[in-house]
């Protein structure tokens, strides 16, 4: 998975080796450079206007967060299997936990919460600016609003395996 930072400089999360990669999108490009550690099986990837990463570790269950200056932490704990993740203007991390059909919330200071449940694997996540969470459940082809409160309804069917 890639993701583009707010210098558009180019992250690899690379899934077998347990850290980000940093690559240069210069005609005269850098090596690659280790940015930091992650959770085993990184899948999920997000980045803070501050240049913080946030990967969702879906063999931990765990998010980690490696700040610019290449410190690795683990932020907070998840349901089973993170898979997608997304930050909201306050800095909190949600994520969709595909194997336990749920979304978490972690505050910046770490505090872990199950904010709604999802459809069948929900892969895709975003937020909007209300704060409500939509999830693109691969299973049974549905998206899931989740509100700020927590509230859950599925919004509609999609086609064939939302990816997201």
């Known amino acids: ?10 992250i690899a999360l690379i899934l077998t080796s347990l850290f980000l990669v940093y690559i240069s999108p210069s005609a005269n490009a850098e090596p690659s450079t280790i940015l930091g550690t992650t959770g085993d099986e990184p899948i999920g990837i997000t980045i803070d206007s501050l240049g913080n990463i946030y990967t969702a570790n879906g063999a931990s269950n765990n998010v980690s967060k490696i700040t610019p200056q290449g410190v690795s932490t683990t932020l907070g704990t998840t349901g089973a299997n ?17 194997g336990a059909d749920t979304v978490s919330k972690i505050t910046p200071q770490g505090v872990s ?7 069948a694997q929900p892969v895709g996540i975003t937020i909007d600016s209300s704060g409500n969470i939509y999830t693109a459940n691969n299973v049974d082809n549905t998206v899931t609003k989740i509100t700020p409160q927590g509230v859950s309804t599925t919004l509609g069917t999609t086609g064939a395996n939302p990816f997201g």
């Open 82 to 98: 993170p898979f997608g993740i997304t930050i909201d203007s306050s800095g909190n991390i949600y994520t969709s936990n595909t």
């Open 113 to 119: 919460t199950t904010l709604g449940t999802t459809g």
């Open 1 to 10: 998975m890639l993701k583009i930072n707010f210098r558009t400089n180019i």
